[in-house]
Structure formats: C-alpha cells, structure tokens
C-alpha cells in the first residue's frame, strides 16, 4: 500500500499497488502493521455500509468525541464520493481546516480519516456505496456532526442539489 499524508497531519490518503496478471490483480487494502508503522490506529472493531441510491446524496459530516473518538477508513466500493474531512483537534495546527478526496470504485482509494475529525460526502453518482471500517464502536451518546455548510469551515461542495437528512441540515454553527 502507498500511504501520502495529507495537509491535516494523521489523515492519508491510501492507494493500493497491484500485482497484476492475465487474471487481473491481487491487491493488500489493510495490513495491521503497515498502518502502525504509519502511526495511524490499527485497531478495527466495526464495519459499515452506506449505500446510496441518488446522486447528489450529501452525508455528514459527523464523528464521536471521548472516550470513544473513531478513526475511519473509508473507501468507495460502487461509483464515486467527493469525501471530506475536518480537523476538530483545537490544539492542532490546521485546526477548522479541510481536505477533499474524490473516492472512486475505479481508483480503489481509501482515506484514513484519525480520530477528532468530522467525515462527510457527496455521491457524485447514482447507486453509490461506501465501505467503513472504524477504530470504535458507534455510541450514541458521543455522535456529533457539524453541518455541511458552516461558513467557520469554508466546505466547498461540487456544484448541484443535494439530498439531506434532517438532521444533517441543522446542525449549530461550530463555535470552537
């Protein structure tokens, strides 16, 4: 795996390398050691699936504080996401700032997301499904979210209409 970190330290960007034949290609996505030697949590305890019918689909951007703050790897499995990730760490450098990824089932990239950063994304396609693997347990009690488009942040979001949860459309401006 190629592992490239991003501007918001701890959060990279991970792309397979395959080994290919006439058959096609075989292809590590995780490896426990790998991500430590990395410094990133290797510990996964919970997968998830969104599958997306529409798009224009807009998810998050949500996370879980203490004790049960989550990493995230994130990977499209069927069409396409424009993912992006927050810094909610106030002691860190890049504090408020963000990054998008676009994840596709073509590219076959992941994002590790580390813990204390909000996640969100847009499907860019019809029929669009996400693969999570997370470093905790969902906890109710310690979700949040910010809302998608909080000026604090400055999100730029493609162009277009979205579709919405109620309640990821009224989530309070982040006053951190």
């Given at each position: ?24 290609f075989f292809a ?22 969104s599958y997306n ?12 504080v203490a004790p ?109």
């Amino acid at each position: 795996m190629l592992f490239t970190e991003t501007k918001l330290k701890g959060a990279f960007i991970i792309d397979i390398e395959p080994r290919e034949d006439e058959r096609g290609f075989f292809a590590r996505s995780w490896c426990e050691d790998e991500f430590k030697q990395h410094g990133l949590n290797p510990n996964l305890v919970q997968c998830n699936i969104s599958y997306n019918k529409k798009r224009g689909t807009l998810r998050g951007l949500h996370y879980q504080v203490a004790p049960f703050a989550e990493a995230k790897l994130v990977r499209c499995t069927m069409g396409a996401i424009y993912d992006v990730i927050i810094d909610l760490r106030s002691a860190s450098p890049t504090f408020k700032q963000w990054i998008s990824v676009e994840l596709t089932a073509e590219n076959r990239r992941a994002l590790y997301v580390p813990e204390d950063f909000a996640h969100g994304f847009l499907c860019l396609m019809d029929n669009t499904e996400v693969f999570y693997q997370m470093s905790e347990f969902f906890h109710p009690e310690c979700a949040r979210g910010v809302r998608w488009n909080d000026p604090v942040f400055g999100v730029v979001w493609p162009a277009g209409s979205y579709i919405l949860s109620c309640q990821d459309g009224v989530y309070a401006d982040f006053l951190k």
